[in-house]
């Protein structure tokens, strides 16, 4: 890869890593659910009306933006909010690779390979390892986050069966799906005065971290990976993934002092060492991987499918 190209796929690995401690912020002021609203309403709008149809079939777009937008980042949301830190929510969501694989031999009859199973063995003691040595993640907080990572997981099956050929078209497509939904959802689980409150009391912080979170994570994220995917092969581009929670962990710890013991550490070594080792690692024959070592929320190509 050019040096631009590189520094552009470390650029997309912190945007997407420090997204995780933007999103804490943001729920300082808003309803988990109205701020998941927030988020996707913003990556919509106004972006819909400029970049054409999807190229893809309606069921695909409505199929991943459920699986994505309403499910995985609703419960992501609602998990950090009842108590799972940022830097750990980080880690223990690319448990996604581990669920991926299991849905492809589950719904795509695929056939995993030895490599394949013993990473997902590998990083799921990491996340256990992960969520057991946490002394400030709650219960909920933590289950919710796995229940993310298999929602991501199961909406990373239909972008593969999709093959979008614009990523950065798709998912301002599977954006106008889960605003709607979401906010009816807040309505009752949030309370309407909640909501209402928020909105008129919104912050600079606040408002700063629905923006990044929309425009920075969502649309600069996919489209600068979708540009690096269309540039070199997916084996190339996906290693870089692998740095999300490594940025993570980090902005967690710089700018919230989130603890960082030795087992967290090599809670975090576990994780990557399995993701990389089942998903890294692929025959000279194939050239379809198994699992995608995706990370913002997932990205896909008529050929290949990757973060």
Wanted: with cysteine; glycine share 10%; hydrophobic share 60%.
């Amino acid at each position: 890869m050019k040096p631009v190209h590189i520094a552009l796929a470390v650029l997309v690995a912190a945007v997407w890593g420090v997204n995780f401690v933007v999103i804490d912020v943001g729920l300082s002021d808003f309803p988990p659910l109205l701020f998941s609203a927030l988020r996707f309403l913003l990556a919509a709008l106004p972006a819909v009306f400029f970049v054409g149809p999807p190229r893809v079939a309606w069921r695909w777009v409505l199929a991943v933006g459920i699986a994505l937008g309403i499910m995985k980042f609703g419960m992501l949301f609602i998990g950090m909010h009842v108590g799972m830190p940022p830097g750990l929510a980080s880690l223990v969501l690319q448990g996604q690779a581990v669920f991926t694989m299991l849905f492809a031999v589950l719904l795509l009859r695929e056939r995993p390979r030895r490599a394949q199973l013993v990473g997902m063995v590998i990083a799921s003691a990491g996340i256990v390892l992960a969520g057991v040595e946490s002394d400030t993640a709650t219960v909920a907080g933590l289950l919710l986050v796995i229940g993310a990572g298999a929602c991501w997981g199961l909406s990373n099956i239909a972008m593969r069966k999709a093959a979008p050929p614009d990523t950065f078209r798709f998912m301002v497509w599977v954006s106008v799906v889960p605003p709607v939904p979401l906010a009816l959802i807040s309505i009752p689980f949030e309370g309407w005065h909640h909501d209402v409150s928020a909105l008129r009391h919104l912050s600079l912080s606040g408002l700063g971290a629905a923006l990044y979170v929309a425009w920075g994570a969502t649309l600069f994220g996919f489209a600068a990976w979708g540009y690096l995917l269309r540039t070199y092969d997916a084996p190339t581009v996906a290693p870089f993934s692998l740095l999300v929670p490594v940025f993570g962990l980090a902005a967690a710890w710089v700018w919230q002092g989130e603890r960082m013991s030795a087992l967290t550490f090599g809670a975090a070594l576990l994780v990557l060492a399995g993701i990389a080792i089942g998903t890294l690692r692929r025959p000279a024959r194939s050239t379809r991987p198994l699992v995608p070592a995706l990370a913002g929320a997932g990205a896909a190509r008529q050929e290949e499918h990757t973060p």
